[in-house]
């Protein structure tokens, strides 16, 4: 399994976690139906450019990145998506779209909603599209020190506007 990274980093910081597979969905609300988790539960990675240089950002499954927001909150000049051939071979160990929220093993920086550091667990994509990490946020948190910042709107909002 494309874990072994990942599992071998939470093992070796003596993390508590539990490995959650899934029948194969490819959309973070579809794995969050077949999970049984609330989209707003389970965080999603998106790869973005912030002024030309790569990072992840980390937000609630049911919420869309609002870029100007997020502009706004890290003094950038521009954000964009990154697309997949950007990313795709900075994580040889994942399945293309499939990254955990660890930048810190990718050499890239974290930024996370701020709604995610509500809720005492995180549940996010395990470098594959059938599986699942459940685990601490606190200890997420001291693992990847990610930036905590508000840069999400709801999907709901979002399609009314």
Known sequence: MPITKLQRFLDDNNVLYTRISHSLAYTSQ???ALA??????LAKTVVVKI???MAMAVLPASAHIDLIQMRAAVGANAVELATEAEFKDR???CETGAMPPFGNL???PVFVDDSLTRDKEIVFNACSHRELIRMAYADFETLVKPKVLSF??????ASAA
């Open 91 to 93: 994580f040889p160990d």
């Open 106 to 108: 990718y050499e890239l």
């Open 30 to 32: 579809g794995i969050a």
């Open 152 to 157: 999400v709107r709801a999907k709901a909002a």
């Open 51 to 53: 002024d030309g240089k």
């Open 36 to 41: 049984h988790i609330p989209g707003r539960e």
